[in-house]
C-alpha cells in the first residue's frame, strides 16, 4: 500500500519498479490517496504518467484532497478500468468497496472532514459522511461474508487511531492503511492496526495473509535506475526539461538555510527573480521535505518546489497578477491576505494554481486543453504495444 505519492513517480523510479517486483510476487497493491500534486512532474504533464502508473500497477484506490478532480473523472469513466473506491461520500460515482479476486479482502475508502473541506466548494454534488457510520454497514458485509476489511483511508494517522478503536469497540476487525497527515508515526498495533508507508514514492507498507506488516523504505535517488516502462517515456521528457533549465547554483546565508520559515521566503525571493513578469507560489511542505538542508540550492531543486492545490502558501506578486488574483479569489470564495508590507500574501494554492506562474518552469502548464479519455487510451496502447 501506498499513500501521499504526490506525483513524484518520475524523479523515484525504484517506487514503481519496487511495486511491480511485489506485484509479480501475488500482492494486491493499493493507495490510499494523494498519488497526484506537488511536483514540477505534475505541473508539466497533469497527472498523465501518474494514471497510466495507476492503471497499469494498481489493483485498487481510494481518492484523496489532492488531485481530487482527476479521481472523479477517473471515477466517473467506465473506460478506467480501476476501482476508486470511497464509502463516506454521497454522491461518489466509484464503488463503495471492492473485493479482490481471491475473495479473502473487502477494501474500502474514507476521507476524512478535513480532507474533503479543502475540495467541497468546488464538488456541491458530493456530501461527507461519518466515516464511521458508513464503515459500520461494510463491516458487518466482509464478516457475514467471511472477508478481511481493509479500510484505505485519507484522514490522518491519528484519527485513525481512534477510528482503529471505535470499529474494536464494535465488534469490527480491520487493518486501516493511513494517508494524507505525513506524520511521523507509522504504526499503531492495537486494537486494530493502523500503519502507513512513507510518503513522496519513498516507501510502502505491505501486509501478507498471515497478518504481518511490513513498513518498507527505498533508497533515495534514481538516475542510475532504469524507469518502468509505463512512465520511461515521460521521465526522459521530464529530464530533458530539467537539464534545459539554466546551469545555476545560488548560495544560501547559513543561518537562512537552518532557519525552515526564513528559508521559504528567501526562496520565494528566488523564484520571483526568476519569473519577475508573474509571481512565486510555494509548497511550504516541500520546502521541509524537498530541498537540502545545505548552503547552496541548484535550478533544478527550485523546481521541485511546487504548490499543492489547497495548502496555505507564501506568494510574491507582481502588480497585474495581485489585480489578477484579486478578482479570482472572489470568484472562487479563496482568501488573499497581505501580510507585512510590500507584495507578499498567504494564500491557497488553489487560487495561485488557476494562473500560470506557478513554478519556474514557465511553460509547465500547456496551453489548449486536451481531451483526458482520448490521450490515456493513446498512451495506454502505445505503452502495450512497446512491452
Not at 461520500?89 to 468497496?97: E, F, N, Q, T, V
Not at 476521507?111 to 479543502?118: D, H, N, T, V
Amino acid at each position: 500500500m501506498s499513500n501521499d505519492v504526490h506525483s513524484t513517480i518520475l524523479s523515484c523510479p525504484s517506487f514503481l519498479n519496487r511495486l511491480a517486483e511485489l506485484r509479480a510476487q501475488g500482492f494486491l497493491i493499493a493507495d490510499s490517496g494523494d498519488f497526484f500534486e506537488g511536483t514540477a512532474e505534475y505541473d508539466r504533464f497533469l497527472g498523465v504518467p501518474e494514471i497510466l502508473a495507476l492503471q497499469g500497477l494498481y489493483d485498487v484506490i481510494a481518492p484523496g484532497n489532492h488531485g481530487f478532480d482527476l479521481y472523479l473523472r477517473l471515477a466517473s469513466d467506465e473506460a478506467v478500468h480501476l476501482p476508486i473506491v470511497n464509502s463516506n461520500l454521497a454522491g461518489w460515482p466509484g464503488p463503495r468497496y471492492w473485493i479482490d479476486p481471491s475473495g479473502k479482502y473487502l477494501f474500502t475508502g474514507i476521507i476524512g472532514r478535513q480532507a474533503f473541506s479543502s475540495i467541497e466548494p468546488r464538488n456541491d454534488r458530493l456530501s461527507f459522511i461519518e466515516p464511521l457510520d458508513t464503515l459500520q454497514v461494510i463491516a458487518r458485509r466482509a464478516i457475514a461474508s467471511g472477508l478481511r476489511l481493509i479500510v484505505l483511508s485519507h484522514q490522518g494517522f491519528q484519527r485513525d487511531v481512534l477510528l482503529s478503536q471505535q470499529l474494536h469497540d464494535r465488534g469490527y476487525p480491520a487493518v486501516i492503511f493511513s494517508g494524507h497527515c505525513h506524520s511521523e508515526t507509522n504504526y499503531w498495533p492495537h486494537p486494530n492496526p493502523v500503519v502507513k508507508g512513507p510518503e513522496l514514492g519513498r516507501g510502502f507498507a505491505s501486509l501478507d495473509d498471515r497478518g504481518r506488516i511490513v513498513v518498507e523504505s527505498l533508497p533515495l535517488g534514481g538516475d542510475e535506475i532504469a524507469p518502468h516502462p509505463l512512465v520511461s517515456s515521460y521521465v526522459k521528457a521530464y529530464r530533458t526539461v530539467i537539464d534545459s533549465e539554466p546551469s545555476l547554483e545560488i548560495e544560501i546565508d547559513p543561518d537562512v538555510a537552518e532557519d525552515r520559515e526564513r528559508f521559504t521566503g528567501w526562496v520565494v525571493d528566488k523564484l520571483a527573480a526568476l519569473n519577475p513578469t508573474g509571481g512565486a507560489f510555494l509548497n511550504r511542505g516541500s520546502v521541509r521535505e524537498s530541498l537540502p538542508s545545505s548552503t547552496h540550492i541548484t535550478a533544478s531543486q527550485l523546481i521541485r518546489v511546487v504548490p499543492f492545490p489547497n495548502e496555505l502558501e507564501i506568494v510574491r506578486l507582481s502588480v497585474e497578477v495581485e489585480k489578477a488574483m484579486q478578482v479570482l479569489g472572489e470568484l472562487y470564495g479563496e482568501s488573499l491576505i497581505q501580510v507585512g508590507g510590500g507584495d507578499t500574501y498567504v494564500t491557497t494554492t488553489f487560487l495561485g494554481g488557476r494562473l500560470s506562474a506557478n513554478s519556474i518552469l514557465r511553460s509547465t502548464r500547456p496551453v489548449n486543453q486536451f481531451d483526458l479519455r482520448s490521450l490515456i487510451r493513446q498512451e495506454l496502447s502505445s505503452t502495450r504495444a512497446a512491452t
